[in-house]
């Protein structure tokens, strides 16, 4: 039911019914699902940059529902935003509170019906008192919220544009029962380690049948009757091929359906994994076995298709998730201070092959968890996300919301106060009822001494950031988990800022308006890039933005992108504790310095490119670990063993080689090796500069893996030993296009290392930007249309730190 609404907005409770509302009102067309702040961005009386109160009015939706038949049939309401009355033909018949319930509603159609539902005034029931509250975050700019089951999204100053979200925001259905043939009233499956999957189902038939059958490809199970029109039973199938996170194997989906006195119906795809949780050696320890192999999760923390439309359709999400997989990601968290996605979003991760962390909406606050009308929203919202995604083999862990645990201990509070029975009792047990088969967290963060520090279980890691830690904190604080990790005010590409924030860098309030900050706080999430700016490349922020505007631009570009894969680079060593961590955050909500690796606008910033590369399944790393030398770390993620040449050089003038070495090496699968690098050269050499026997004779050292098959380039590393600005160099570049099958290839060739390579063609997005080109090494770049229409060869610039020079192609 999407065409024909109208909107009408009013003031707070001045109407009781539709049929007060003045004829002469003013009324404009609605998208439905969609916002309030969608309908009026539509007709420009909205701006998302900057937004106006939406939640200080009623808003009106209003249908005449004409339909060719008469008799039962029910509306189905799947998301609300927030607290709303129905009415048909002008009274009331139903009542929501939540905006994470879907709510059904059964009525006679007549042939011609008015609809009409009232979204009531949120603030005004914001300022409303509750139960007393034992803490209060300081990031959400209302303490009501603990009390209305709505998102914090438009209500965190500093995070995201306050931007309230009003309206149908899902879809309106209607079901005539006349059309509707069953009810699935649970699903589940299992994969045990032999391979063997089972399927269990419970189906209620809204008219008589004879046979029911569950269906998965070519095989079947007969169902049986336990009562009126229910049947129930299980299908096992033999050597069923698993489904696998796409880092480490193929996420394989299998069809299933029913079959209903013959007639198939399909219930859509799944998968089967299985799921375990490895607390290390130690105990302290928390990490995923799927199919009993550990795999490093690695991804970031969802944020939004669309912060003024609170879209969920496949089309809205594909483009965020797709670049997720292309990064090599292989999970995403929805946290708890997000929505909840549409079932079309666990389906695209399922054949994408991302895992879903899911929080439920708690964040922060001192619920009232003693309250039965709380307690029974949570256990409502709960069931139906676990019904609506229970053949998604993606969704892999449920989560009791985010930081309840940290907030309560950060204020000094025994854990008898921030710990309870919904996170601890009421929500696992129901996890454990309706998915079976996922993991359950009760808290983001959780674990240790207190839940906030990270060597322990699950940590929200802002060592390195937030708390301006050097880099190697990221081995020093034991990481186990990062659910949380790495937020950095983020600066897009050049083309996104001249189209969406024309404004000159940290100096222009326009500009500063769009740098996170965690409210009430002194600094900025751009205060903290500036300091590893001045870390690792030995400048004065302040001058450089100020003389230097572009050169400070690009500087902090790369810096958050050379931070994140030193980052990874530790926690994916050999050795290392770590078994997964998620970056803070996926996408921006408005274009400019936020903390997405992709912008507003749905383009990959630096910081994508640079985790695309730490995230390789196939890797190397080089560790400077002092005077032990320089350690390489090898990892193979695959399934396959891996045949490569390793080659490692130290340059010196980014030109000169010093040192060499190279070795064939075998990687099985599955399987991490370090070499010290001077094992390639045959003797010492002070890889890491540590010893100091006079002045250094080199400033980068490359390392390379290769295929022993086809030379073809698997991976490099770089380490700097005196720093990444004493490896500035002016390096020359020689490019070649080429096209096979309308695939545009760019080679590029430098004649000396080069920093922080930056390819831009307008219309094209490079496969790979920013990165460091060894000299005389030949890169292929893929430049991939942004547009599928365009047809004519890519012409562009080619610019790196090294050099001020303009290179074209």
């Known amino acids: 039911m999407s065409e024909g609404w109208t909107l009408t907005l009013t003031e707070p409770d001045a109407f009781e019914t539709p049929t007060e509302i003045p004829v002469d009102a003013e009324t404009i067309t609605a998208p439905v699902p969609g916002t309030v702040a969608q309908a009026l961005e539509v007709l420009g009386k909205f ?19 004409i339909s060719e038949h008469v008799g039962p049939a029910t509306l189905r309401f799947e998301g609300l935003a927030t607290v709303s009355e129905i009415f048909l033909n002008g009274e009331r018949v139903a009542h929501s509170a939540s905006m994470f319930e879907a709510l059904d509603v059964p009525f006679d159609l007549s042939g011609a019906d008015e609809l009409a539902i009232c979204f009531r005034a ?21 303490q009501g919220l603990r009390l209305i089951r709505t998102t914090a999204l438009g209500h965190m100053p500093g995070w995201c544009p306050e931007i309230h979200a009003v309206g149908p925001w899902r879809p309106i259905r209607l079901i005539r029962h006349d059309e509707h043939v069953f009810d699935v009233l649970a699903f589940q499956s299992e994969l045990d380690a032999e391979h063997t999957a089972t399927l269990r189902l419970s189906v209620k038939t809204n008219h008589h049948a004879s046979t029911v059958e569950i269906t998965c490809g070519d095989v079947s199970a007969p169902l049986t009757s336990n009562e009126k029109n229910t049947f129930e039973g299980m299908l096992r199938l033999d050597n069923i091929e698993p489904w696998w996170p796409a880092t480490h194997g193929t996420p394989t989906l299998h069809d299933v359906g029913l079959r209903i006195d013959g007639q198939r119906y399909a219930l859509g795809k799944t998968g089967f994994r299985r799921i375990e949780i490895d607390e290390g050696i130690d105990g302290k320890g928390f990490g995923l076995k799927i199919n009993g192999e550990p795999v490093f999760c690695r991804g970031a923390v969802w944020t939004n298709a669309d912060i003024a439309r609170l879209p969920g359709t496949r089309a809205d999400y594909e483009p965020w998730l797709r670049l997720a997989t292309e990064a090599g990601m292989n999970m995403i968290r929805i946290g708890g201070t997000m929505t909840y996605e549409t079932p079309n979003f666990f389906a695209l991760c399922d054949e994408l092959g991302l895992m879903v962390w899911q929080d439920l909406m708690l964040a922060n606050f001192d619920y009232p968890t003693k309250d039965e009308t709380f307690l029974a929203h949570i256990k409502v919202e709960t069931t139906q996300l676990l019904e609506n995604t229970a053949l998604s083999p993606s969704l892999v862990i449920m989560c009791g919301g985010s930081e309840m645990y940290q907030q309560g201990a950060m204020l000094g509070l025994s854990e008898r106060i921030w710990k309870g029975a919904l996170t601890e009792e009421f929500l696992p047990q129901l996890t454990a009822l309706l998915r079976p088969d996922i993991a359950y967290v009760p808290n983001s963060p959780f674990g240790g001494a207190l839940p906030f520090f990270p060597n322990e279980k699950v940590g929200h890691y802002y060592g390195i950031g937030a708390y301006c830690r050097p880099l190697e904190d990221a081995r020093r604080a034991d990481v186990r988990f990062a659910a949380e990790c790495l937020a950095f005010a983020n600066v897009p590409q050049q083309s996104t800022l001249d189209k969406h924030l024309a404004a000159r860098p940290v100096h222009d309030p ?12 002194s600094w900025d999430f751009e205060d903290v890039r500036d300091h590893y700016l001045k870390l690792l490349y030995a400048v004065d922020p302040s001058i450089l933005r100020r003389e230097e505007s572009e050169q400070y631009l690009d500087l902090s570009r790369a810096v958050t992108a050379e931070v994140m894969e030193a980052t990874f680079a530790e926690w994916r060593r050999a050795g290392s504790t770590c078994q997964g961590a998620l970056v803070w955050t996926l996408q921006d909500l408005i274009p400019g310095p936020g903390w997405g690796l992709i912008d507003a606008t749905g383009e990959p910033k630096p910081a994508w490119y ?8 196939v890797q190397i790393n080089l560790l400077d670990e002092g005077t032990n030398g320089l350690d390489i770390h090898l990892i193979n993620e695959k399934l396959e063993t891996q045949d490569l040449v390793l080659d490692v050089t130290c340059l010196r003038d980014g030109l000169q080689p010093v040192v060499t070495g190279k070795r064939a090496v075998s990687l099985a699968p599955r399987h991490k090796q370090v070499i010290a690098a001077t094992d390639l050269f045959g003797a010492f050499f002070d890889t890491t500069y540590a010893y100091r026997f006079g002045p250094p004779s080199y400033n980068v050292t490359v390392a390379k893996l290769t295929d022993q098959a086809t030379g073809a380039l698997i991976a490099t590393a770089f380490h700097f030993p005196q720093g990444r600005h004493m490896a500035m160099h002016p390096a020359v570049f020689q490019t070649e296009m080429s096209e096979e099958k309308q695939r545009w290839t760019l080679d590029v060739t430098a004649d000396r290392f080069a920093q922080s390579v930056h390819i831009t063609a307008e219309g094209f997005r490079p496969s790979d930007d920013w990165f460091h080109l060894a000299p005389g090494e030949t890169r292929p770049i893929e430049l991939r249309p942004i547009n599928p229409q365009i047809s004519h060869p890519p012409k562009g610039e080619i610019r790196t730190l090294g050099s001020s020079q303009v290179f074209r192609f």
């Open 610 to 617: 640079g985790l695309k590369r730490a995230f390789r399944p």
């Open 47 to 65: 701006d998302r940059l900057d937004p106006k109160p939406l939640n200080i009015y009623d808003a009106w939706y209003r249908l005449t529902l």
């Open 510 to 521: 326009l500009w500063k308006a769009r740098v996170p900050r965690d409210r009430n706080a």
């Open 122 to 142: 949120l603030a005004p029931r914001l300022e409303r008192l509750g139960p007393r509250a034992r803490w209060r975050p300081q990031m959400m700019n209302s």
